[in-house]
Every structure is written in C-alpha cells, then in structure tokens.
C-alpha cells in the first residue's frame, strides 16, 4: 500500500510542478493544489497505514494515530483558504490585464492605453496605482453648486 502511495505521491508532484512551471496563473494555482495535496499523502504515508495498539493502553484492536489526520485537516483548511486566496488575486490581474499571462504581466498590470501588444485594461478597473475614478452625476450636486 505504501509503494503506491509513493507513486501517487510522486505523480501528483510531478503534475504539481509541471502545471507551477506554465505561463498561465490559473495552472499555477492548481499545480500548487496538486503539491499541496502530495504533502498531506505524504503525511499520511509517514505515519503509517497499519493498525496500531492505542499508547498508554492494553486495549487490542485497531487503533490510528490522530496526529496525521489533524495535521492534515489543518492543512486541508488552509490549502483551500490559499487557493481562494490565489484564485481572487488570478481573476482581479485577469480582469487589470486582459489576459492571464504570469511572464507578460511585467512590473506594471495596468496597462497604457495606447499598448503596442494590442491587449488592453479593463477600463473600469485601472490597475493597483491608478485608483478609479467615478463619474459625478450633475443630478447629485447640491443646490447653489454648479459643476
């Protein structure tokens, strides 16, 4: 059982990297997924399959260390808070840069509008250094100001 733990271990760090290594940011995301699903198998792994004797006790029967298992909920819990957290951050540079290109993003998401690339902004979302800007209704200023 062990030997084909380290397979899928191995084959889904394999996929992990493979996918962490694409220009596209939402493969970047999964291929963390994959990597962080590899280390809770190999913790699973390491803390062995078999059924044990409880500690401290004489009772027979089967008996699985908790530890790994906690460890690995813990682990669950925040993979999938990190690849929420990825998934926002992949949508939003998707939505200032028009694309989803990790190496074309550059130093800068926002993009000028006169871009040689021929991909352009969202233009109702600017980027992170050029804050929106909302349009005044004239309905709205108060009386005695024209503007």
Do not use: C, W
Not at 83 to 101: E, F, I, P
Not at 109 to 125: F, K, N, S
């Amino acid at each position: 059982m062990e030997t084909l733990f380290a397979l899928l271990i191995g084959l889904l760090v394999a996929a992990g990297v493979f996918l962490l290594l694409s220009r596209k940011i939402v493969r970047v995301v999964l291929g963390l997924s994959f990597i962080a699903y590899a280390g809770n198998l190999a913790i699973l792994t390491v803390a062995g399959l078999g059924e044990k004797s409880p500690p401290l006790l004489t009772l027979p029967g089967p008996y699985m260390d908790p530890l790994p298992q906690a460890l690995i909920l813990t682990a669950i819990v925040i993979g999938f808070a990190t690849t929420a957290l990825l998934l926002t951050v992949a949508l939003r540079a998707y939505q200032v840069a028009g694309h989803d290109d990790v190496a074309a993003f550059g130093d800068n998401l926002a993009r000028e509008p006169q871009a040689h690339d021929g991909m352009t902004a969202d233009p109702e979302h600017q980027g992170p250094d050029l804050p929106d800007v909302l349009q005044a209704d004239p309905e709205d200023t108060p009386p005695g100001r024209s503007g």
